[in-house]
């Protein structure tokens, strides 16, 4: 019995390797256990409650430690960048109608609740699909 327990031990580690996250090591490190015990009798439920048993304890043992290396931080994007940046109109905002406006260098479409003007600062207030939401900067003037 011992074999068809290192025979799923190598079948759970191929498809951990295979995988990008951790999905089966926790059952292969249980299958090795199980083996173990196989080889030392042969009662299959006690090999069965070993595998289970030894599964969950070193699942639960390791997920505080993967939690650890696991990069959950968001980063950044250059979409974020622009957000409270001043930008200036390079086409008419209007309340119906998108313009343009060029923050760092790139010009976004923008839309506004208020007319804008070419040339006047702004403010970003959010980005919501590919445009800006922007607001009239009050600190010009």
């Known amino acids: 019995m011992s074999i068809y327990w290192g025979l799923l031990f190598f079948v759970l580690l191929f498809i951990e390797v295979i995988t990008i996250n951790l999905v089966s090591i ?15 009798t042969d009662n299959l439920i006690m ?8 599964s969950i304890i070193s699942l ?8 650890r290396f696991n990069n959950t931080k968001k980063t950044p994007t250059n979409l974020d960048r ?3 940046k001043v930008g200036e109109v390079t086409k008419k905002i209007t309340a119906h109608n998108y313009g343009e406006v060029k923050v760092f260098g790139t010009v976004w479409t923008a839309a506004s609740n208020k007319t804008i003007e070419v040339g006047e600062k702004v403010i970003v207030d959010k980005i919501e699909g590919v445009k800006l939401i922007v607001s009239k900067n009050k600190e010009e003037k």
């Open 82 to 84: 622009v957000i409270g």
């Open 26 to 40: 926790w059952f292969a490190i249980g299958a090795v256990f199980a083996m173990l015990v196989a080889l030392f």
């Open 60 to 67: 639960v043992l390791t997920k505080p430690i993967v939690k």
């Open 47 to 54: 090999q069965l409650v070993t595998f289970i048993v030894v």
